[in-house]
């Protein structure tokens, strides 16, 4: 169990920003997963009372700050709108809700865990990450970025909604990790699926431009969700084997590119993997 | 450093470690039913109300709550104590230790929705672990006390 010495509820993100360039510091965002660390912490900076726990609708589209729950983003009325279900799917099954009003999207996007469902979904809606200093940076970009003491303010969805997006995982029980995770959504000029809990960290499936911008029929679905399961790196752990992650990649996009394109005729899906 | 909030309806002024989970810090103030389960941030046990929403109080330092409502079971005690006893009718809390936490969540359950389907109530309790009960009992005692609350209302109009 982490160890804390002090604690600093911060005025100002400079202040954190500062605070937090010290080795021993760090800062919070729900806590959960730090608190298993065995690490010894000098100052555990607070940002919980710098307003970054909104969901708004900006010029640039839907900017969600790095404190929002993840009980937030299952409840959020815009951000159903927007992803039609998607959002409340992804974080619905992780854990509990006592513990989805303390996990924070920052914290769940700064882990960049192999097992997040929250890092597969924003990848795919092609979110942007907005750091303090640095500004702002492409979540493809941010997954592969070694950690550093920048802090996440928000996360920024396109204004342009995908026309369907949809989200499967694969769990040996209904509140565990996920064995795989699966994210699509389609745009009128683009496909993006990412696969996530490999069990490394999510990533996004290259080389689906032929199939951009329009509908897709039952033998591209297969034909996609087969190039997934050939290029799509999966490893084993305790949970399920690098095998049997392989078949789960084809079927669960599958499955989602079949919600997707249910989702579009106005049919709904049913997300039950 | 001092920690200024709102517990079971009072104001109250400390002194804490800045390190202290709230679990600690409630237990110490003498809320035992506020209860040391998994410590993983799993099973529920420990669960409380933050300014009237379900946390779990091993996963978030006390020094956060400053000038916020806390709220465990020991400041529920009419609320609780008519869904316990649906609860209790049912035979569902066998050994009890997990029965403060899932009855905090399942209040705040009933506080968000009047009359939640079983699938919801499945959902929203689906992070309070039993190790004795199967969970049907306590669905069984839910769904009875619903009832008999609506019964309840319906009489009073």
Known sequence: ???????????????????????GNRLLGGMLWLKLSRNSVQTAIDIGGLGLDKIEETNEGLRLGAMVTLRQIELDEKLQTYGGG??????????????????????????????????????????????YKRGR??????????????????LLLPKAAPLAVAYRSAR???TDFPLLTCACAVKSDALQIAVGARPGKALLLSGLEKYAGRRLDEEEIEEI????????????????SAAYRTHLVQVLCARALRDCFRKEDGCGADADS | MELTLTLNGKKMSRLIEPGVLLLDFLRGEGCCSVKRGCETSNCGLCTVFLDDVPVLSCSILAARVQG??????????????????????????????CNPGFMMNAIALLREKEEPTVEEIRAYLAGNLCRCSGYEGQLRGILAFIEWRKKKRGGAQ
């Open chain 1, 1 to 23: 169990m982490i160890g804390i010495r002090d604690y600093k509820r911060a005025a100002t993100l400079e202040e954190a920003y500062q605070l937090n360039q010290k080795r």
């Open chain 2, 68 to 97: 916020r409502r806390v709220t465990t079971l020991e400041g529920l005690r009419q609320e609780a104590e008519e869904l316990a006893t649906f609860i209790a009718a049912q035979g569902a809390e066998q050994c009890g230790f």
């Open chain 1, 137 to 154: 940076v492409p979540l493809r970009d941010y997954a592969a970025l070694p950690y550093d003491r920048d802090i996440i303010t928000h």
């Open chain 1, 172 to 174: 040996l029980t209904k």
């Open chain 1, 225 to 240: 969700a087969h190039h997934a399961a050939t290029t799509v790196p999966t490893g084993s752990n305790t949970r399920g």
């Open chain 1, 86 to 131: 998607a959002f409340r799917e992804a974080v619905g099954r992780i854990v509990g809700v006592q513990f989805r009003n303390l996990a924070t999207l920052g914290g769940s996007i700064y882990g960049r865990f192999g097992f997040s469902d929250v890092l597969t979904l924003f990848l795919a809606l092609d979110a942007e990450v907005c750091l």
